[in-house]
């Protein structure tokens, strides 16, 4: 960093701070969105399983398999559910549903437990968000009600925040270049002013009636004015030594007039 300029130090700086944090905005917002799309789908699975469940009740009660399935036939119209199991009090599998193979299959989705006394979330498959409760009714657990709910609206939504991130970082970080640039010309041009004009006073005959531009409020302008009250100073005191050589000389002269004088007599 030494080895760079100011200008590209202030563009560096602008440019990378603005970089890091679009990036760290846009993990947050995708990171937000993907969790309220999970808690989205738990309330649908949960509400699911409330209806059906209670829909299925009286099935469980009289082994009523053909019933059953017929409600878990209506699950086809949703394209989130993967795939759905009630199992009977015994904990086995009593009627089914899987996506694509209906009602028909000759046995429960491979996804689903073989088989399942007490309710369940699972959050952690990357395909498919899973959850089971308890089939309730007059205060009597009848069953369990077990469902596979699809991630493909997570991976979905996924996919555009991060495009929509990737596009607000590049947008961004544009701007942010031409915003840091515009300001190191700001900053710079007094400097690279400063620095000439020192060159020009340190060049050839060191002319200290020279001055540096002070106009302005901002810090440049201070340095320069404070720098041109010394330079000032350091005129005057150099100018008087001048006087001061040239009396002396002056007067050596007369004394140097006067001797010669006496020794003529």
């Known amino acids: 960093m030494k080895s760079l300029s100011l200008k590209w130090k202030v563009l560096l700086g602008v440019t990378l701070t603005s970089m890091v944090a679009v990036i760290v905005a846009s993990v947050v917002s995708v990171a937000t969105q993907i969790q309220h799309i999970e808690k989205e789908l738990e309330r649908f699975a949960h509400t699911l399983d409330m209806v059906i469940g209670g829909s299925v009740a009286g099935a469980l009660s009289f082994d009523d398999r053909d019933t059953a399935r017929d409600i878990l036939a ?7 559910i993967n795939a759905a199991v009630i199992y009977a009090k015994n904990g086995k599998p009593f009627a089914w549903y899987e996506k694509g193979k ?26 498919e968000f899973r959850m089971a409760e308890a089939i309730v009714a ?5 069953g369990h009600i077990y469902l596979a709910v699809s991630r493909d609206e997570v ?9 929509a991130a990737f596009w607000s970082v590049l947008v961004i970080s ?11 010309r700001l900053i710079v041009r007094p400097v690279v002013g400063v620095s000439l ?5 340190s060049d050839g ?18 340095l320069c004015r404070n720098f041109n009250m010394f330079i000032e100073r350091l005129h005057g005191t150099i100018s008087g030594f001048s006087d001061n050589a040239m009396e002396l000389d002056h007067h050596a002269g007369e004394v140097t007039k006067l001797a010669s004088d006496t020794e003529r007599g």
């Open 74 to 80: 209506s699950l086809k119209k949703s394209e989130r």
């Open 102 to 127: 209906g009602t028909d299959a000759k046995a429960a989705a491979t996804s689903a437990p073989r088989q399942l006394t007490a309710g369940m979330i699972d959050h952690d498959n990357p395909l």
């Open 138 to 142: 007059d205060g009597e657990t009848l």
């Open 155 to 163: 991976a979905i939504a996924e996919q555009e925040a991060l495009q």
């Open 174 to 184: 544009v701007f942010a270049a031409i915003v840091s640039l515009f300001i190191s």
């Open 197 to 201: 004009a020192l060159r020009d006073m």
């Open 205 to 222: 005959s060191g002319d200290l009636t020279l001055r540096l531009p002070d106009d302005g409020k901002d810090e440049i302008a201070v």
